[in-house]
């Protein structure tokens, strides 16, 4: 079992910046696939940015620029560093992982982006 916790979501102006976490706790030796997903309302889940099974970065192209994807192995954290931030990006940001080829994902932080 693995469990995911996002932290860090919140009301910010457009153009301001964000620092999600998500915390990973239980079995997470040979978790891979790493990667932070979005869904705004009334719109289905997508992909923000995660790791490749290679360790190689992939980001959405409405993430490119703006937004850094990092992990800190030793503390079993992943983070999204979301700079620019505008209105489309309102959504609730949940993190995700992999296992055994079983999908875990958080519950999700909520991020609003508004004057």
Do not use: H
Request: with cysteine; aromatic share 12%; glycine share 12%.
């Amino acid at each position: 079992q693995v469990q995911l916790v996002e932290s860090g979501g919140g009301l910010v102006q457009p153009g301001g910046s964000l620092n999600l976490s998500c915390a990973i706790s239980g079995s997470i030796f040979s978790i891979y696939g790493m990667g932070w997903y979005r869904q705004a309302p009334g719109k289905q889940r997508e992909l923000v940015a995660r790791f490749t099974n290679l360790g190689r970065i992939y980001y959405a192209d409405s993430a490119k620029g703006r937004f850094t994807i990092s992990r800190d192995n030793a503390k079993s954290a992943l983070f999204l560093q979301m700079d620019r931030l505008q209105s489309d990006d309102t959504a609730v940001y949940y993190c995700r992982g992999l296992k055994d080829d079983i999908e875990y994902w958080g519950k999700g932080t909520l991020v609003v982006v508004s004057l």
